[in-house]
């Protein structure tokens, strides 16, 4: 049999319809490639016999033609998720070995719609980071390798030498889709941890508009810009996965009651005469040649497919990356102050109770979230409150208004590079300035900002041989149109499987 996991999530689904195999040999497979890919660390737990049981029972729907929309595909879940009975981390110590009495939303209704859980997925600590490094389970190792490198091609597959970062904070949920370790993940977005992955590894992915996915039982960093989405092989396969992920749930008061409609129709339909936006505010000085290029291509596929490509301007952009640096550390402050020792994983002892949250906070929190903990009470303290956060709100507001201005102008989409680079080593950014790893955000951010849907396409490769990807941002609720014009690029630009598994 040809090696099922090279196939695509919706020709899996298809394949398993017309009975080319079965739900127990498409989980099998998965299963055996998971074991074999150990050493790209994108797994932080593997649920085999659970993976098995859920099979086995799709395996009974498909013979009794009863098949739900994911019946029997395997899926990866970010830590970041809550699975009942599972153990679920955030990929930090503070959680130890916590394990949900609930199952997340989002979750439950892959679950629901027949899907397959083959584990969950390494991410950066409580999904703070560009790079999968601040996990507490350390790095994730890029499935890509920069041309003619052949670190970590030693015999049994032992990682060594210089891997690049598969991105972050989804880093898992791409290297292993990347990998063809599970046909699809879930991740979550922030500030760009599911497009900038995605377009590091190669792969798809798209964050939906605030409100189109519960946020219920995700473990929470900013709340008021997380965002749960899938990462995909193709455009077609997010499509799938966002369809059975989307809905409206009264347990998250954010989430928007609003039909879900079945994206997959969208996908392959004409772009004729739709507006795409390209804002001059984002050819920033010193942008990577090979980025701007790929920008330009992205431009000429969407026009020779019809559409209508606008200049415009979003005036407030230079001041998005700065004020999610405020926001988000603010309302992470606030979300992260239930980890104190009493409730969840962790407890370190003390002489009182005030010791005893002091040292379990200390040993339970990475470097990173600590700085974003004492950025955000700093920010949000009685002397600085008006200077900064009341200010970065302000902000956040004239960053909706730049897009609600275009939008109203008849722009359908805009498009954009996904990131300034492709993807760079383990180690190498942002040990000395933190900065330098947050800048990785600044085409990505503003879209969580502004609440809209945004979605990043492989669109080619660089100098390196590494894959670079593009990102198109849409009308809020408008998923569609997203789905639509990525598949445009797909189209256009081919698919980036990784050329070798050289990791086992
Ligand atoms: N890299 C960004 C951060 O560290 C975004 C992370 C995310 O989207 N979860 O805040």
């Known amino acids: 049999m040809t090696d099922l996991t090279r196939l695509t999530l919706t020709e899996a689904r298809d394949g398993l319809k017309a009975k080319r195999f079965s739900a127990t040999e498409l989980t099998q497979a998965h299963i055996a490639a998971v074991e074999k890919g150990r050493a790209l660390n994108a797994y932080v737990l593997e649920t085999p016999e659970h993976a098995l049981k859920q099979a086995a029972a799709s395996d009974e729907n498909l013979a009794k033609g009863e098949a739900r929309p994911l019946e029997g595909l395997p899926l990866g879940i970010k830590d970041l998720f809550a699975t009942e009975g599972v153990r679920t981390t955030a990929c930090s110590k503070i959680l130890g070995n916590f394990v949900p009495p609930y199952e997340s939303t989002v979750s439950s209704q892959l679950w629901r719609d027949g899907a397959v859980m083959l584990g969950k997925l390494n991410n950066d600590e409580f999904a703070m980071g560009s790079s999968n490094e ?157 980025i701007d290029a790929l920008w330009q291509k992205g431009i000429d596929w969407l026009k020779a497919a019809g559409a209508e490509i606008v200049e415009i301007s979003l005036p407030h952009t230079k001041y998005a990356l700065p004020a999610y640096y405020i926001v988000a550390p603010a309302e992470a402050s606030s979300n992260l102050a239930r980890y104190d020792g009493v409730r969840y994983g962790l407890r370190e002892q003390g002489r009182d109770i005030v010791e005893m949250y002091e040292k379990t906070r200390a040993a339970g929190f990475g470097p990173e979230v600590k700085r974003r903990i004492m950025i955000g009470t700093y920010v949000l303290s009685a002397g600085y409150y008006d200077a900064y956060y009341l200010r970065a709100q302000k902000v956040r507001t004239l960053i909706k208004r730049d897009f609600e201005t275009v939008y109203a102008d008849g722009i359908d989409a805009v498009l954009t590079p996904a990131t300034p680079s492709a993807a760079f080593g383990i180690g190498e950014k942002g040990s000395a300035d933190p900065v330098e790893m947050y800048l990785n955000d600044i085409f990505t951010v503003t879209v969580n900002m502004a609440g809209l849907p945004g979605i990043a396409v492989p669109a080619g490769v660089d100098g390196q041989g590494l894959p670079l990807g593009l990102q198109l941002i849409g009308r809020p609720f408008d998923e569609e149109t997203l789905f639509s014009l990525g598949e445009v690029i797909e189209q256009a630009a081919g698919r980036f499987p990784v050329a070798e598994r050289w990791w086992g």
Request: net charge positive.
């Open 134 to 290: 601040t996990s507490a389970f350390g790095s994730v190792v890029n499935p890509w390798r920069r041309k003619g490198s052949n670190v970590g091609a030693g015999q049994g597959g032992a990682v060594e030498g210089n891997h690049l970062v598969p991105g972050g904070s989804s880093g898992g949920s791409a290297a292993a889709v990347a990998a063809d370790l599970c046909l699809a993940a879930t991740a979550t977005d922030t500030g760009g941890s599911i497009r900038q992955p995605a377009a590091f590894t190669g792969t798809v992915g798209i964050k939906p508009t605030y409100g189109r996915c519960s946020r219920w039982g995700i473990v929470a960093f900013a709340s008021s810009l997380d965002q749960a989405g899938p990462i995909g092989k193709t455009v077609r396969d997010c499509a799938a996965m966002l369809r059975s992920m989307a809905g409206h749930d009264p347990k998250d008061t954010t989430s928007v009651d609003a039909p879900v409609p079945d994206y997959e129709y969208a996908v392959g339909r004409s772009v004729k005469g739709r507006r795409i936006g390209i804002p001059r505010e984002y050819r920033l000085e010193g942008l990577n040649p090979e």
